[in-house]
């Protein structure tokens, strides 16, 4: 009946307790790629992963990379703190390693468990793997887990609009001086290039959002992630003039028209607040 009534489109069908691991393991993976993502930036590594954070601790720069995670902590109380994600991070390298999966619980949760169905917590490697000094007794008890860290990379390198929300839209601002619809979503801002006249503006973002969903606008057009904007300088905020300094100091540009119109009265204030939490 199921295969009936839904239109799965080519993609997999699994029975419910199949689904809700895959599904939290996909969960755990958007997690990770976060942080590898992160770590890439701060490292410049090509393929981040797990190995890539390690290395960090190791070294005994973890601190100095996780306090961005961590508003006003000292490097040494974002390391002590990290020890959150990195178990998150380990429990993805399990399930990656083939060692671990996610179990549905009726009672709470998804757990974790390993190949004989019992709950793993890898709570207490992760504290240790926080701390140079016993990142190798971390990594023994993973070897004896069977869990490869090498096995835990980045897998989406780039942040996209899946799952995105719309938050507001302005039309006819120039981008890097070259007009643009600008869509902002909770995660990042799509560009749609050749816009149209101003005079149209409203009515063109209302009918570009019905359209189609988000995500798919954000794979069509130029997409720029908020976590890849390290600060903003607004000069002006109505009209709004603004410069985005991104991660290796490339800037963007953004100027709205006099012309610019919203697609709600709001949308100007929601792109300043956004811009707001990126300086924070």
Known sequence: ???????????????????????VAAGV??????????????TGAAEPGLPTVLDLVRADRLGEFAEQFFDGATREEAAARFAGPMESLLDNAAVRSGRAHWQLSWSGPARLVGPDGEPWDLAEIAKL???????DEALTRLAELGVDPAGATVVQRRVSGRDADLIGALAN?????????????????????????ASQGEK?????????????????HAFLPYEEVTSVTVKRQVPLKAELTLHGGRTVALQELYSSELLEKRSRDTLLAVFERINA
């Open 1 to 23: 009946m199921q295969s009936i009534v839904v239109a799965h489109e080519g993609r997999q069908l699994l029975p419910w307790p199949e689904f809700i691991a895959a599904a």
């Open 204 to 220: 063109r973002l209302r009918a570009l959002v019905e359209s189609v969903p988000v995500a798919e606008l954000a794979s069509r």
């Open 29 to 42: 993976q958007r997690q990770a790629d976060t942080v590898y993502r992160a770590a890439g930036r701060f």
């Open 173 to 197: 601002i120039k981008v890097d001086g070259t007009e643009h619809d600008l869509l902002i979503l909770d995660r990042g801002l799509p560009l749609v290039a050749d816009p149209g006249k």
């Open 129 to 135: 793997a926080v701390d140079p000094r016993t990142l």
